[in-house]
């Protein structure tokens, strides 16, 4: 008898819970669908949070760390990913679409150009198309490695298409340009790193280059005047006389 009235309390509990556990599926549900209607992204994330405590799917663990992304919240999107880069290259091929795009760029926002690499690469891998190519070139070439910025840099301005733009926001006003021009800039400093004294010239043909496809490049004209001065700097220690 005991037995017996143990194991109807036992189902009973369990009962309790998974009727508990549903009611609390449909409130979240219904304040996540309430929240997307406000527009409140903060309320958004934690309703997806309680959503993914509550019945954990990676459809929603992935989209979670996106909406974290798109709020700047770099680190909170990696760490909801369960990032790990010890383990990072074996996870790559089978991330989904989504967690792989979300690792590139939250690592890349947060200056791991090392580690976002990879990830950009299985972008590329999935769906080659200009716009992955730069953030590759880009990435390259902050790491010096100057043969893999090409790489990407000579398919990106093969492939670019007249209505490709790139922003760029070193001015109070951010401001795009034809995204050809952003790789002939890429080019001009690829050219320029490959031989810093012998190059200058050439990387300055580049950009003047790039600079007639967008008038507008503002980051043209202040490399320009960069690689110039430093120009002027080798010439005059080439005329000091030695000692």
Not at 26 to 40: I, L, P, S, T, V
Not at 53 to 60: D, E, K, N, V, Y
Not at 212 to 226: D, G, L, S
């Amino acid at each position: 008898m005991k037995r017996l009235l143990g194991l109807i309390l036992l189902m009973s509990s369990l009962m309790i819970n998974a009727q508990s556990n549903s009611e609390l599926l449909a409130h979240y549900e219904a304040y996540y669908n309430q929240m997307k209607k406000q527009g409140d992204v903060q309320g958004i994330i934690n309703a997806m949070t309680h959503l993914n405590i509550l019945a954990p799917s990676t459809a929603r663990k992935d989209t979670l760390a996106y909406l974290y992304m798109d709020q700047g919240m770099n680190m909170q999107a990696i760490n909801t990913l369960e990032y790990n880069q010890s383990t990072a290259a074996l996870s790559v091929g089978t991330d989904s679409d989504i967690a792989v795009q979300v690792k590139a760029l939250a690592l890349k926002a947060l200056k791991q150009p090392q580690l976002a690499v990879p990830f950009f690469e299985e972008m590329f891998k999935r769906n080659p198309n200009p716009l992955v190519a730069y953030e590759l070139a880009e990435l390259n070439l902050q790491l010096k490695k100057t043969g893999e910025a090409e790489k990407h840099i000579i398919y990106g301005l093969a492939n670019s298409k007249d209505d490709m733009k790139k922003a760029f926001f070193e001015t109070q006003t951010p401001y795009e340009v034809p995204l050809k021009a952003a790789f002939m800039y890429l080019n001009a400093l690829n050219t320029y790193n490959k031989d810093t004294k012998a190059n200058i010239d050439a990387a300055v043909d580049i950009l003047d280059a790039a600079l007639k496809e967008a008038p507008n490049f503002n980051m043209i004209q202040i490399t320009k005047n960069e690689l110039l001065r430093q120009k002027q700097i080798i010439q005059a220690q080439a005329t000091q006389p030695k000692n």
